[in-house]
């Protein structure tokens, strides 16, 4: 964690199962390392889950010399790879770091259109919103496309032209608040060299898109209520206060209202935010966009491929029959990662779930692909300590006897 920190990453390390599945509800991590034993279950449990919010996130196992067929099953069901404990850090940030330039270089395209069918309704009444400067409230489950909604509606403003600022609430490190959302003046504290402006006055007479509100901490609910209230914010360390000129909506896939009765998200605030509110129903109710939806994000996808890719009939079935926890986003994610990864211009339900491929694998494949990967680990770490089969036996954690095992069997099944 230290080394990752002082690389310049923001890691979080998460000592269970479920926590990094909230955590990628929230934002989607740029690379995963797992381990294959879980305090609360297994990394194969992990993958399961994962599925729905991993997308063309590169995910890796890490294991123990001895215990290298959970990962190369994982491997075979689609994980990008393993490492096998003790692992060079220095290769894992050279991992991260080409996977944030392979990022940078090809952003996804937003979907700013608000798709045909259960959503037909919704996007009227949006339209018909867009012309007021009301506070608006989105609700509605990670994925459903809050987003999407709030940028048709400023979209579809008089004020289209002006900035549509995005900011994740549940995001900004707490100290920093302050200074993201006011801004601050030259000197206004230690390490302020220089003018910061904030999404207050970034927005100008546009959209200010708030999500995850329910993650604000109370104090910057009071503040963000007195802007909505007068108008006016005043940035860290000026004299004169500043006039907010733009729109706040907000969005959430919180209850707030069982947070209002535990006293973690205020009356006033909530009551300011949803003069108008618009709920968007989870992907599951709106069986009808799904294959629309998969067109176009396949559409999307063959920017990353040179190669025209079709989804199988077979396949058209499995996406309609699924329940979409992750919703359109993990749509999305499914559609981008198999039209990278397939071998071949057809895509399956296999690529498009394969998580399904840990049931579906042959005994005898794992056996031969546990040889072969094992081959590979002492191989490698032969050539590192000049043949000592003594060093190697340490360096990969097993007895000389298990070690003189595993190549027996390598050198068998190869």
Known sequence: MQRLKLEGF??????????????????????????????????????????????????AFATAYGEV????????????????????????????????????????????EVPSGAMAVLGKQLERAAGSRLPVLMTGATGVGKEVAARR???????????????NCGAIPRDLLDSQFFGHRRGAFTGAVEAHVGHFEEVGAGTLFLDEIGELDLRLQAALLRVLQDGRFRPVGATRDGEFRGRIVAATNADLNRMRRDGRFRDDLFFRLSVLTFAIPPLRERVNEILPLARRFLDESKQQSAEAKQVAEEARLALVN??????????????????????????????????QRLADLPKTDLARARAAADAAVIEKALVQTG???????????????TLGKRRSSAVADS
């Open 10 to 59: 923001e890691p979080i390390w998460a000592q269970d199962l479920r926590s990094p599945l909230a955590a990628m509800r929230r934002r989607s991590p740029a690379f995963v390392l797992c381990d294959i034993r879980l305090p609360d279950g297994s990394g194969e449990e992990f993958y399961r889950w994962a599925q729905s919010f991993l997308g063309l996130t590169p995910i």
């Open 69 to 112: 067929e959970p990962a190369v099953r994982l491997v075979k069901a689609g994980a990008d790879d393993y490492l096998t404990k003790p692992y060079d850090v220095d290769d894992l940030v050279g991992r991260i770091r080409a996977r944030l330039r392979s990022s940078a270089e090809s952003p996804q395209a937003e979907v700013t």
């Open 153 to 167: 509606l400023h979209e579809a403003s008089p004020w289209s032209a002006e900035p549509f600022v995005a900011v």
């Open 322 to 355: 699924h329940d979409w926890p992750g919703n359109v986003r993990e749509l999305r994610n499914r559609i981008a990662r198999a039209g990278v990864m397939v071998d071949g211009p057809l895509i399956g339900p296999a690529d498009l779930f394969p998580e």
């Open 387 to 401: 043949g000592n089969v003594g060093e190697v036996a340490k360096l990969l954690g097993v007895s000389r006897t």
